[in-house]
C-alpha cells in the first residue's frame, strides 16, 4: 500500500483510561475481528502476555493493523502505569499520530500529562480521545476544561455526545452539525436529527471549531468577518495541516464498550491523520537525515525487543525512509555488522504475519538477530545516519536478588543479561560494598513483573529482599600514625614503617594520597605499596565496615631494611598506619541522598510534602505543570526504598516520581548509632 494511504496512532494515557478497550473496539468496528476482544475474559487481542491476562492491564506495547475506508491503519497499543513508561515511550517513537485517551470520570491525569511533553518532544501530532463517557460520573463539559487548562487553547472538540453517563446513545460531528446515534452491539451510526437538548453545546463547539480553523488563514478570516464560513473540505485541509504542525488537538468522544463514536473515530484518523511522509524524522544522534522517500536510502528505528519461545528474539522497528525487503542486507549503525532480514514480518496482536516488504511508515519485525536491541538504527550500507535513541527514566526501586539454588546461578546470569537488552528501564548491577546483585525497574509492579517474566522464560526460581543501603564513612579531624610490619620467622623477614598523615578532604571530593618522602626513607618503589595497604583499609572501614572516603592520605617518613624490606611490608605498613589513627579521626558515618522529583496532581500536593519532611527529606522547590505540581526535594536513600508503593497508596495511583543519586550526607546520631550496631551483629 502507498504511505499516503497508511496511517501510524498510538493510543497513550494514563491507566484506566481505556486504551486496550477502544483499541479492541476499533479492531471490531473494522472487521479484523468477529467479535469485541475484552481485557476481563481473556480475549484481547492486544493484551495476551500471562501477565497482562493475570492482572487485567497493559504491561507492554502491542500493535494491530486494521484496513478502513482503502486506507491501512497500524495501531500501537501502550501501557499506561508509569511503572512500563519505557514502552509507551518507544511506541511514541514508532508512531505519526499519539491518541492521548482521556477518561471522562477521572479527567486529565498526571501521567497522561507527562507522556504529552514525551510526544511534543518527539514532534508527533497529538489529537484526544474522551473515553468511557457512559460511566457513572462521566461529565464531558468538565474533562474539556481540564483539557484546556492542562494543554492550552489548541484544543478543538470537532465531536459532543448525545446524552450523559448510562444514556449516552450517539455522537454529533461539529464541522458539519450532523447527528449520529448507536444500536446496541452495531458499531455504525445512523444519521438522526440534531436533538434540541445538545444543540447549544452544538453550537458552542462549531463557534470555537470556526475560530480555530480561519485564525490559521488570512483569507479565510476575512471571509468570515464577512459572514462566509469555510467550506468542509477547508475544514479538514486546515485541521489536518494544523495537526502535523502540532497547532491544533483535536478531541473526539466515544463510549468504546457500547461502540459509540467508533467508527467516526477511524474516519477521522484517515481523513485528518498524518501519514508517513508527513512524520518529522526523530532525532538524530549523528550524520544527516536521508529525504524521506520509497526509493532512497534504507532508515528505520528498532524500538522494541522481545523473546519467543517458539520464534526466538523478535526486534520490532519502524522504517523512516526507504523500502525494507525480505532477506535484504542493512547495517547495524551500534555495532557496525551487517544483518540480514530474514523472516519479515508485522506483527497483529500474538500473530506473525510474514510479509515481503515494508515501505516507508511500515512498522514490522524481524526474527533470530540477537544482536538486535531497543534503540539500534538499521541502515543502508554506506549511509552515516544514526537516530538517537529513546531517553527512558531512570529506575526507582530496587531489589537484592539471588538465585534460590546453585543451579540456577548460570541460569539467572544468562538471564539478567536477556532481560536488560529487551527492557532498557530495567539496571541489573553488583554491588561491591554489600556483595549484592541489585534489580531495578521504574515500580513495584514494573520489578514484580520481570521476576515473573525471567521465572516463565528462563525457568529460574529468585528469592529477593529490600538492599542494603550502601553506607559510607568519612573523617572529621586529622592524625598521624605510625605503622610498622615487623615480621621475623627464620631466614629472611618482613619489615616496613611508614609514617602517614590523615585530613579529611571536601565532601564528593574523594581520596587523595600525596607522596612527601624526602632522603629516600621509603625506597621509591615501596611508595605504591603504601597507597595500596592504606586504600586496603579505607575499604573495611572503621565504625560499621563500610568504606571511608573523602580523605587524604600524606605519607611523609618511614623506615626500610635492605633485606627485609618488600611490597608485601609496606601494604602491611600503611594498613596499620590507617587503623592507628583511626579513633583519632573522628569518623563518622554518611548515607546516600536522593535527588527525588514528585509529580501529583496538586489536590495531595499536602500530603506529599508533609510525607517528604517525616521521611527527613528537605522540599527544594515547587512548579505547577497543567494541573499537577511537580515538587522537588532531597530525601536519604534509606527512606525512598519502598516509596513506590507508599506514594501510589498516598495519591490513589496518580502520583509519579523520579530519583537520582544526589550526594553523600552524615546521618544523624540516632539513626547513625542503629545503623552501626546493626552492622557490628551482621559481622559477630
Same mark, same amino acid.
Given at each position: 500500500?502507498?504511505?499516503?494511504?497508511?496511517?501510524?496512532?498510538?493510543?497513550?494515557?494514563?491507566?484506566?483510561?481505556?486504551?486496550?478497550?477502544?483499541?479492541?473496539?476499533?479492531?471490531?468496528?473494522?472487521?479484523?475481528?468477529?467479535?469485541?476482544?475484552?481485557?476481563?475474559?481473556?480475549?484481547?487481542?492486544?493484551?495476551?502476555?500471562?501477565?497482562?491476562?493475570?492482572?487485567?492491564?497493559?504491561?507492554?506495547?502491542?500493535? @494491530?493493523?486494521?484496513?478502513?475506508? $482503502?486506507?491501512?491503519?497500524?495501531?500501537?497499543?501502550?501501557?499506561?502505569?508509569?511503572?512500563?513508561?519505557?514502552?509507551?515511550?518507544?511506541?511514541?517513537?514508532?508512531?505519526?499520530?499519539?491518541?492521548?485517551?482521556?477518561?471522562?470520570?477521572?479527567?486529565?491525569?498526571?501521567?497522561?500529562?507527562?507522556?504529552?511533553?514525551?510526544?511534543?518532544?518527539?514532534?508527533?501530532?497529538?489529537?484526544?480521545?474522551?473515553?468511557?463517557?457512559?460511566?457513572?460520573?462521566?461529565?464531558?463539559?468538565?474533562?474539556?476544561?481540564?483539557?484546556?487548562?492542562?494543554?492550552?487553547?489548541?484544543?478543538?472538540?470537532?465531536?459532543?455526545?448525545?446524552?450523559?453517563?448510562?444514556?449516552?446513545?450517539?455522537?454529533?460531528? #461539529?464541522?458539519?452539525?450532523?447527528?449520529?446515534?448507536?444500536?446496541?452491539?452495531?458499531?455504525?451510526?445512523?444519521?438522526?436529527?440534531?436533538?434540541?437538548?445538545?444543540?447549544?453545546?452544538?453550537?458552542?463547539?462549531?463557534?470555537?471549531?470556526?475560530?480555530?480553523?480561519?485564525?490559521?488563514?488570512?483569507?479565510?478570516?476575512?471571509?468570515?468577518?464577512?459572514?462566509?464560513?469555510?467550506?468542509?473540505?477547508?475544514?479538514?485541509?486546515?485541521?489536518?495541516?494544523?495537526?502535523?504542525?502540532?497547532?491544533?488537538?483535536?478531541?473526539?468522544?466515544? /463510549?468504546?464498550?457500547?461502540?459509540?463514536?467508533?467508527?467516526?473515530?477511524?474516519?477521522?484518523?484517515? =481523513?485528518?491523520?498524518?501519514?508517513?511522509?508527513?512524520?518529522?524524522?526523530?532525532?538524530?544522534?549523528? %550524520?544527516?537525515?536521508?529525504?524521506?522517500?520509497?526509493?532512497?536510502?534504507?532508515?528505520?528505528?528498532?524500538?522494541?525487543?522481545?523473546?519467543?519461545?517458539?520464534?526466538?528474539?523478535?526486534?520490532?522497528?519502524?522504517?523512516?525512509?526507504?523500502?525494507?525487503?525480505?532477506?535484504?542486507?542493512?547495517?547495524?549503525?551500534?555495532?557496525?555488522?551487517?544483518?540480514?532480514?530474514?523472516?519479515?514480518?508485522?506483527?497483529?496482536?500474538?500473530?506473525?504475519?510474514?510479509?515481503?516488504?515494508?515501505?516507508?511508515?511500515?512498522?514490522? @519485525?524481524?526474527?533470530?538477530?540477537?544482536?538486535?536491541?531497543?534503540?539500534?538504527?538499521?541502515?543502508?550500507?554506506?549511509?552515516?545516519?544514526?537516530?538517537?535513541?529513546?531517553?527512558?527514566?531512570?529506575?526507582?526501586?530496587?531489589?537484592?536478588?539471588?538465585?534460590? /539454588?546453585?543451579?540456577?546461578?548460570?541460569?539467572?546470569?544468562?538471564?539478567?543479561?536477556?532481560?536488560?537488552?529487551? $527492557?532498557?528501564?530495567?539496571?541489573?548491577?553488583?554491588?561491591? *560494598?554489600?556483595?549484592?546483585?541489585?534489580?531495578?525497574?521504574?515500580?513495584? !509492579?514494573?520489578?514484580?513483573?520481570?521476576?515473573?517474566?525471567?521465572?516463565?522464560?528462563?525457568?529460574?526460581?529468585?528469592?529477593?529482599?529490600?538492599?542494603?543501603?550502601?553506607?559510607?564513612?568519612?573523617?572529621?579531624?586529622?592524625?598521624?600514625? *605510625?605503622?610498622?610490619?615487623?615480621?621475623?620467622? %627464620?631466614?629472611?623477614?618482613?619489615?616496613?614503617?611508614?609514617?602517614?598523615?590523615?585530613?579529611?578532604?571536601?565532601?564528593?571530593?574523594?581520596?587523595?594520597?600525596?607522596?612527601?618522602?624526602?632522603?629516600?626513607?621509603?625506597?621509591?618503589?615501596?611508595?605504591?605499596? #603504601?597507597?595500596?595497604?592504606?586504600?586496603?583499609?579505607?575499604?573495611?572501614?572503621?565504625?560499621?565496615?563500610?568504606?571511608?572516603?573523602?580523605?587524604?592520605?600524606?605519607?611523609? =617518613?618511614?623506615?626500610?631494611?635492605?633485606?627485609?624490606? =618488600?611490597?608485601?611490608?609496606?601494604?602491611?605498613?600503611?594498613?596499620?598506619?590507617?587503623?592507628?589513627?583511626?579513633?583519632?579521626?573522628?569518623?563518622?558515618?554518611?548515607?546516600?541522598?536522593?535527588?527525588?522529583?514528585?509529580?501529583?496532581?496538586?489536590?495531595?500536593?499536602?500530603?506529599?510534602?508533609? $510525607?517528604?519532611?517525616?521521611?527527613?527529606?528537605?522540599?527544594?522547590?515547587?512548579?505547577?505543570?497543567?494541573?499537577?505540581?511537580?515538587?522537588?526535594?532531597?530525601?536519604?536513600?534509606?527512606?525512598?526504598?519502598?516509596?513506590?508503593?507508599?506514594?501510589?497508596?498516598?495519591? !490513589?495511583?496518580?502520583?509519579?516520581?523520579?530519583?537520582?543519586?544526589?550526594?553523600?550526607?552524615?546521618?544523624?546520631?540516632?539513626?547513625?548509632?542503629?545503623?552501626?550496631?546493626?552492622?557490628?551483629? $551482621?559481622?559477630?
Amino acid at each position: 500500500m502507498v504511505p499516503e494511504k497508511v496511517r501510524n496512532v498510538v493510543l497513550v494515557g494514563h491507566g484506566g483510561s481505556g486504551k486496550t478497550t477502544l483499541a479492541e473496539a476499533m479492531l471490531f468496528a473494522a472487521g479484523a475481528t468477529t467479535r469485541m476482544g475484552s481485557v476481563d475474559n481473556g480475549t484481547s487481542v492486544l493484551d495476551h502476555e500471562p501477565e497482562e491476562v493475570a492482572r487485567n492491564i497493559s504491561l507492554s506495547l502491542a500493535t @494491530a493493523t486494521v484496513e478502513w475506508l $482503502d486506507h491501512r491503519i497500524n495501531i500501537i497499543d501502550s501501557p499506561g502505569s508509569p511503572d512500563f513508561v519505557g514502552d509507551a515511550r518507544a511506541a511514541i517513537r514508532a508512531a505519526d499520530m499519539a491518541l492521548f485517551c482521556v477518561s471522562a470520570v477521572d479527567g486529565v491525569e498526571v501521567h497522561t500529562e507527562q507522556l504529552w511533553r514525551v510526544a511534543e518532544e518527539e514532534g508527533i501530532p497529538r489529537a484526544i480521545v474522551i473515553t468511557k463517557l457512559d460511566r457513572e460520573r462521566a461529565d464531558y463539559s468538565k474533562t474539556i476544561e481540564e483539557l484546556r487548562t492542562a494543554f492550552g487553547k489548541a484544543i478543538a472538540p470537532i465531536q459532543v455526545p448525545i446524552g450523559q453517563e448510562g444514556s449516552v446513545r450517539g455522537i454529533v460531528r #461539529v464541522a458539519t452539525q450532523r447527528a449520529y446515534e448507536y444500536q446496541s452491539g452495531n458499531p455504525k451510526g445512523s444519521q438522526v436529527d440534531l436533538p434540541d437538548d445538545v444543540a447549544p453545546l452544538v453550537e458552542e463547539a462549531h463557534t470555537g471549531l470556526i475560530e480555530t480553523v480561519v485564525e490559521t488563514d488570512d483569507a479565510m478570516m476575512e471571509a468570515y468577518f464577512e459572514g462566509k464560513e469555510p467550506t468542509r473540505d477547508q475544514i479538514v485541509a486546515t485541521i489536518h495541516a494544523g495537526i502535523v504542525s502540532g497547532e491544533v488537538h483535536p478531541v473526539l468522544v466515544t /463510549s468504546a464498550t457500547r461502540l459509540i463514536g467508533i467508527d467516526t473515530l477511524l474516519e477521522f484518523i484517515v =481523513d485528518y491523520g498524518p501519514n508517513p511522509t508527513e512524520r518529522a524524522m526523530p532525532r538524530l544522534a549523528s %550524520g544527516s537525515a536521508p529525504e524521506p522517500g520509497a526509493g532512497g536510502p534504507v532508515l528505520a528505528y528498532v524500538f522494541k525487543t522481545t523473546s519467543d519461545p517458539f520464534v526466538g528474539r523478535i526486534s520490532m522497528f519502524r522504517v523512516f525512509s526507504g523500502e525494507i525487503k525480505a532477506d535484504q542486507e542493512l547495517e547495524n549503525a551500534r555495532t557496525g555488522a551487517k544483518v540480514r532480514l530474514h523472516n519479515l514480518f508485522k506483527i497483529h496482536g500474538k500473530e506473525n504475519r510474514d510479509v515481503p516488504g515494508l515501505p516507508i511508515g511500515g512498522i514490522g @519485525a524481524v526474527a533470530k538477530i540477537e544482536d538486535l536491541r531497543a534503540g539500534d538504527t538499521l541502515r543502508s550500507p554506506g549511509l552515516d545516519t544514526v537516530i538517537e535513541p529513546v531517553a527512558y527514566p531512570r529506575p526507582v526501586t530496587e531489589i537484592a536478588i539471588t538465585p534460590r /539454588s546453585h543451579q540456577d546461578e548460570d541460569k539467572l546470569s544468562m538471564a539478567l543479561s536477556r532481560i536488560t537488552e529487551e $527492557d532498557p528501564t530495567i539496571r541489573v548491577e553488583r554491588r561491591p *560494598e554489600t556483595g549484592e546483585t541489585i534489580l531495578a525497574g521504574l515500580g513495584d !509492579s514494573h520489578v514484580e513483573v520481570t521476576l515473573e517474566r525471567i521465572h516463565r522464560m528462563f525457568g529460574v526460581e529468585i528469592d529477593h529482599e529490600l538492599p542494603k543501603v550502601p553506607y559510607r564513612e568519612t573523617i572529621t579531624a586529622s592524625a598521624e600514625a *605510625e605503622g610498622k610490619h615487623k615480621k621475623q620467622t %627464620g631466614g629472611r623477614g618482613q619489615f616496613g614503617v611508614a609514617f602517614v598523615r590523615f585530613s579529611p578532604r571536601p565532601r564528593g571530593s574523594g581520596y587523595e594520597f600525596i607522596d612527601s618522602i624526602k632522603g629516600g626513607s621509603i625506597p621509591r618503589q615501596f611508595i605504591p605499596a #603504601v597507597d595500596k595497604g592504606i586504600q586496603e583499609a579505607l575499604g573495611r572501614g572503621i565504625l560499621a565496615g563500610y568504606p571511608v572516603i573523602d580523605i587524604a592520605a600524606e605519607v611523609y =617518613d618511614g623506615k626500610y631494611h635492605s633485606v627485609d624490606s =618488600d611490597e608485601m611490608s609496606f601494604r602491611m605498613a600503611g594498613i596499620q598506619a590507617f587503623r592507628a589513627a583511626a579513633e583519632k579521626l573522628k569518623p563518622v558515618l554518611l548515607e546516600p541522598v536522593m535527588k527525588v522529583t514528585v509529580t501529583v496532581p496538586e489536590e495531595v500536593l499536602g500530603d506529599v510534602m508533609g $510525607d517528604i519532611n517525616a521521611r527527613r527529606g528537605r522540599v527544594l522547590g515547587m512548579e505547577g505543570e497543567g494541573n499537577s505540581r511537580v515538587v522537588t526535594a532531597e530525601v536519604p536513600m534509606a527512606e525512598m526504598r519502598q516509596y513506590a508503593a507508599e506514594l501510589r497508596s498516598l495519591t !490513589s495511583g496518580r502520583g509519579t516520581f523520579e530519583m537520582e543519586f544526589d550526594h553523600y550526607a552524615e546521618v544523624p546520631h540516632a539513626e547513625a548509632q542503629q545503623v552501626i550496631a546493626a552492622a557490628r551483629a $551482621d559481622q559477630e
